[in-house]
């Protein structure tokens, strides 16, 4: 399926009016494009279409998608916040002059120095994973004297139809406090509520990644709206804000069928409105945190053709000269992708497993697929790779990094550079006569 701005042109596959066989000429890959349109159409959806005239409603961006400068200046332009779950999230946003209130810091095992600067830096919320995370944060902010607000992390104990990897809300997570240890809870709270320096905010929750079950998100909603109602009772402290997440699945292959992001906002919104005003509680503002729904179709891999082998096992390889080191996923996920041949898009098919270089037998990244019959030297592209991508992406067999591009009205835009080889070796320190 061919996403934004995507099209076939004199049997070549272009984006932004630009052909992708232009690109892999122009550019070292593997690459990762994005189709900057469809990512600000995306993130213009988000803002126009998350709205409620009971509370205020925020947009954060999960960094965690895909990240840089480019990308929180993207944000920046228009009005989403972020969140960030390491200090070098945290450092980027900043550096891309995101406005500090709008940054939200997650994560379960902070570090000394990210706190340091989320709180140094005043931004707009810490989410609190666990007591021993407190502990560090009271003892910065009296350090600095500086106030920081302080939402709490909750797990609300449900289970969501996807990999066991990406859920992130069943008993066993390492995420957050369970709320069937309300006791817990609630003196986490309290012990927030006396400390002069931290602001008590509100609650968050997410429930795991690429999930198409609407009611999934619905039955988050009700569980936390729920246990506010019972903080609310038990310690007579207001939460303001509630934070639901993201994990809103996108479309990989057939098999998948993602809700429209307006489908899937407003009914959110009526579901939170409608528990609010039949319990007569209150909230001030609803929080979400898209991060592959905005980037996930707007993103694809671009490899050269390297070989073809057809083995005496009866399966037919297809090389690309990237593989696991730039995607991940198939290897950890067993994760689906489509692919294409962009300069052969009407092309005779044949059955093809595409497979990298590396030096694993698990560097596959898509079995057994229908592709164009191709030709060493040719272009193909694997589909919505912008999230989770270059994110995960690593030096495995010391293969370098690979840059990104984003393509707008004809107009091809690094971002990232490539890495070169003395990239790869800049921290290495030579042992000389000390061997």
Known sequence: ?????????NNQLTVGNVSYSEIGKKFKTPLYVYDQKLIEKCMKEYIEQFKSA????????????????????????????????SLGELYTALKAKTEPSKIYFHGNNKSIEGLTLAIESQIGCIVLDNEYELENIKKITKRLNKGINIMLRLNPGIDVHTHDYIQTANFTSKFGVSTYNDQK?????????????????GVHCHIGSQIFAGNSFSKAAYTMLSFIKKINSETKIKVSELNLGGGFGIYYTEEDDPESTESIVQNLITNVEKYLTDNEIKIDSLVIEPGRSIVGNAGVSLYKIGAKKNTFGGKNYLFVNGGMSDNIRPALYQAKYECAVVNKMKAELEVRTIAGQCCESGDVLINNCQVAKSEIGDYLVVFSTGAYGYSMSSNYNRITKPGVVFVDDGKVKEVIKAQSLEDLIKNDILLGDNL
């Open 185 to 201: 809870v609630f003196s986490l709270i309290k012990e927030i509520d006396r400390e002069k320096l931290l602001i008590f905010k």
């Open 1 to 9: 399926m061919l996403f934004g701005t995507h099209k076939i042109v």
């Open 54 to 85: 009971m509370f205020k409603t925020k947009v954060l961006y999960a960094s965690k998608a895909f990240s840089c400068l480019a990308m929180y200046e993207l944000c920046n332009k228009h009005g989403l916040g972020v969140d960030v779950v």
